[in-house]
Every structure is written in C-alpha cells, then in structure tokens.
Nanobody, 117 residues
Framework: VQLVESGGGLVQTGGSLRLSCAASGGIFSFNAMSWYRQAPGKQRVLVAS???????DYAISVKGRFTISRDNAENTVYLQMNSLKPEDTAVYYC????????????WGQGTQVTVSS
C-alpha cells in the first residue's frame, strides 16, 4: 500500500488549500482514513478522519474550517482547508488503517503546508 499526498504549499492567512491523498489500491478496504499534522518541535496530531461509511470527525482546532472527504472511485481522500491560520503550518500526513482485531496502519510521506501572516 502506498499513500501519496499532494497539494501542500505556501498560502496567506485566510487562504485555502486542498490536500489529496492517493492510495494504491482501493480505499474501500480501509476502516478509516485520516489526516494528521506535525508542526516543528511538536507531536503529530490528528486533524480529521473519515470512516469507510463516510462518517467524519475533526479536531476542535479545525472544525468548521476543514472538510475531509473521500472518492472511492478515485482511491483518494481530500482535506479542504479554508480560513487558514499561521498555526495551521505543519507537515500534513495521510494515514490509512485496515483490520479489526489486528490493526495495520499505513502512512504517506507528508506534504508541507505553510501559512504566512
């Protein structure tokens, strides 16, 4: 399984970006797909997740600004980020999990998002 993120870049405060995570193989086999982020010197934290059934959940810090979605036909998960703030600056990682009793996790290589003030 390979996860490839794209869509990161430099944007001004208040701007928008859409991140994509393309999976090699059908994403329908994953229990959930998530976006995490890691700012310099900080731990990696969950930003948003979406189940195979389409149920989404968000970190409080991004709720109302970010939207996670999935396109099973394109094997891709998206993160639409609006009203970006400097504190959103981080490397964003895509994660996919598979399994029930034994959970296997797959990670992408990350994409940098920088929000200038």
């Amino acid at each position: 399984v390979q996860l490839v993120e794209s869509g990161g870049g430099l944007v001004q405060t208040g701007g928008s970006l859409r991140l994509s995570c393309a999976a090699s193989g059908g994403i329908f086999s994953f229990n959930a797909m998530s976006w995490y982020r890691q700012a310099p010197g900080k731990q990696r934290v969950l930003v948003a997740s979406i189940t195979s059934g389409g149920a989404a959940d968000y970190a409080i810090s991004v709720k109302g600004r970010f939207t996670i979605s999935r396109d099973n036909a394109e094997n891709t998960v998206y993160l639409q980020m609006n009203s970006l703030k400097p504190e959103d600056t981080a490397v964003y990682y895509c994660k996919a999990t598979r399994g029930s009793i034994l959970i296997t996790a797959y990670w992408g290589q990350g994409t940098q998002v920088t929000v200038s003030s």
